[in-house]
């Protein structure tokens, strides 16, 4: 299982980023999907979490200004960040756990893209 994230960068406090995160492989089903994020100096922290019943879960800190969505057929997620703060300032990581073609179960964590909010 692969996954690539992109979408990170540098943005003024107010504005707006948007990630995203590709899964591929030999997956027959992915179970789970969700975001987390380690800011300098911090531990890591559940920013959202698409789970398997369709509902979504989200960070405190981020509730009613990040979105989280996928595209099933696509295998991807997605973030949409908006009226970011310089504390959303971190490395953020797409976790996916799926089923694979084996029927073997996995977590998989991706690599980081950085996001950076200036004040």
């Known amino acids: 299982v692969q996954l690539q994230a992109s979408g990170g960068g540098l943005v003024q406090a107010g504005g707006s980023l948007r990630l995203s995160c590709a899964a591929s492989?030999?997956?027959?089903?992915?179970?789970?999907m969700a975001w987390y994020r380690q800011p300098p100096g911090k531990e890591r922290e559940l920013v959202a979490r698409s789970n398997p019943d369709g509902t979504t879960t989200y960070g405190d800190s981020v509730k009613g200004r990040f979105t989280m969505s996928r595209d099933i057929a696509e295998k991807t997620a997605y973030l949409q960040m908006n009226s970011l703060k310089p504390e959303d300032t971190a490395v953020y990581y797409c976790d996916v756990g799926v089923l694979l073609t084996n029927s073997e179960t996995k977590i998989e964590r991706g690599q980081g893209t950085q996001v950076t909010v200036s004040s």
């Open positions: 492989g030999s997956i027959r089903s992915i179970i789970v």
